[in-house]
């Protein structure tokens, strides 16, 4: 069974960076796309990126394009988060995630197969 576990959450001044990670385990990923979404206090949780294992084909929100990037590690087994040019409404708890569904499906956030725990980022302004 594929279990997920993230690291990396903090604290952050707005026009920072910071990367989070993501241990995956328990499985094969070729089949797999993983992603990350985030859940902000009192909003609903929104996809952020996502990567197709086999291929390295990248999808990611238009709200963080340009500043977020998504990569994985097929030796290490993890998935990374690289987040620059901080701001404050990036404040959110952040999920990885593990889904078999082509991305434009898995985006959607609905019945996704693995998610980890959640790690807090907070950017301050």
């Known amino acids: 069974q594929v279990q997920l576990v993230e690291s990396g959450g903090g604290l952050v001044q707005a026009g920072g960076s910071l990367r989070l990670s993501c241990a995956a385990s328990g499985g094969t990923f070729s089949s797999y796309a993983m992603g990350w979404f985030r859940q902000a206090p009192g909003k609903e949780r929104e996809f952020v990126a996502a990567i197709r294992w086999s291929t390295g084909y990248t999808v990611s929100a238009d709200s963080v394009t340009g500043r977020f990037i998504i990569s994985r590690d097929t030796a290490k087994n993890t998935v990374s988060l690289q987040m620059s040019s901080l701001k404050p409404e990036d404040t959110a708890v952040y999920y990885c995630?593990?889904?078999?569904?082509?991305?434009?499906?898995?985006?959607?956030?609905?019945?996704?197969?693995?998610w980890g725990q959640g790690t807090l980022v907070t950017v301050s302004s």
């Open positions: 995630a593990a889904d078999r569904r082509p991305i434009a499906e898995f985006k959607w956030g609905g019945n996704v197969e693995v």
